[in-house]
């Protein structure tokens, strides 16, 4: 999930480094005894919404203005974290002060929600600076994609905390995306979302639809996110338990080679072999285009490793770097239908 119009190592560098140094630190146990996800509250109209960046900083103030229009347009009303348009490199302001923000918007008692204006690189960062003790005491729905992939994996493993895979702050926010998102954060609702079987005049479903690597129904706890950023967190103490989990996985800009080396990680970390599913978001532009005619294409890729592992196994469900994506509860119960192409909710996300 390579950056752009950034002049800078690429992430691939930077994970692999971050991933290394990590790996010689003890694995923490989750806060609680609690074994089951904690709900946040629901959002209702009117609430604070807290936005913050953890990763990359917003140009100006007029994208936080367009931000904020936003938020509002949900009937929430915003409060903008300090440093959101700060600049440090690529980064909006220091590890310290992105740790300190998000922790801050935590504890504040005026913010129901946080939501991150932006993906990028720079949440993994963050990750040995948080306070994750003091984030339990105040469990909230943290929102965002990309990048924010390791704050969700991390809040799973460290305290439970349910949070929603979905848009950023900043993304485009479709009628639709926010209709789904309202449903699961403001209503609690447990809606079921099916791979679009849409004709174009052809006999065949429409290119790029269902693709079935194994078979079955399966139920877990949803666990997953960008697929650059979890490969890179094995071994830290930052990700969660994903035996019997439901495995969601995405990415963007990536050649097939690169998905191939991510998943076989996840294979060798022993992480594949213990799911109970797999739902592949969508894979946007992992096509690399110098490869030539014997190269496999990033489906023969999945399929080689997905359905080997004998568990449902799907791709084309809608969410990763498009327009409309589904909301998807981090560890929440969920279930999958690899041969209809669907998830379904088995509980509210919010409390």
């Known amino acids: 999930m390579p950056l752009a119009s950034f002049a800078m190592p690429t992430r691939r560098t930077l994970l692999g480094g971050l991933a290394a140094g990590l790996a ?5 146990p989750r806060l609680g005894a609690d074994p089951h996800a904690v709900k946040p509250p629901r959002l209702r109209e009117g609430d604070t919404l807290g936005l913050v960046a953890p990763a990359g900083f917003v140009a100006d103030r007029f994208g936080i203005e367009a931000i904020e229009d936003t938020v509002r347009a949900m009937g929430l009303v915003p409060k903008v974290a300090p440093h959101v348009t700060a600049r ?16 801050a918007m935590f504890e504040d008692d005026a913010v129901r929600a946080v939501m991150a204006v932006r993906g990028g690189w720079g949440c993994a960062r963050l990750l040995p600076l948080l306070d994750f003790a003091k984030i339990a ?6 929102v965002g994609f990309s990048d924010n992939t390791a704050l969700h ?21 479709p009628e639709a995306a926010w209709n789904d998102f309202r449903a699961v954060a403001f209503d609690g609702a447990t809606p079921t979302w099916t791979v679009s079987e849409q004709r174009t005049g052809g006999l065949g479903r429409t290119a790029g639809q269902l693709r079935r690597f194994h078979g079955g129904s399966a139920r877990g706890r949803l666990l997953g996110g960008n697929l650059t950023v979890l490969s890179a967190l094995a071994g830290t103490p930052y990700l969660p338990d994903f ?7 995405e990415d963007t800009n990536e050649s097939e080679y690169r998905i191939d080396r991510m998943l076989t990680q996840l294979a060798l970390a022993g992480i594949l072999g213990n799911v109970a599913g797999v739902v592949f978001g969508q894979c946007s532009n992992c096509v690399n285009q110098d490869a030539g005619y ?5 489906y023969e890729v999945m399929d080689q490793h997905f359905a080997k592992l004998g568990v449902p196994a799907f791709q084309g469900a809608q969410f ?3 327009g409309r994506q589904i909301p998807l509860p981090v560890g929440a119960m ?8 669907s998830i379904r909710l088995l509980e509210p996300a919010v409390a």
């Open 320 to 322: 990763g770097h498009v």
């Open 137 to 142: 005491r105040h469990p909230k729905l943290y």
């Open 24 to 28: 010689t630190i003890a694995v923490a």
């Open 88 to 103: 440090e490199g690529y980064l909006a302001g220091t590890d310290a002060v992105r740790a300190h923000e998000l922790t």
């Open 294 to 298: 014997g190269n496999f294409t990033v």
């Open 243 to 249: 035996t019997g989990a439901i495995l969601f996985l």
């Open 334 to 341: 969920a279930e999958i239908d690899a041969d209809a192409g």
């Open 153 to 173: 994996l991390a809040f799973a493993a460290r305290t439970g905390v349910i949070g929603i895979h979905g848009p950023n702050a900043s993304s485009s926010w």
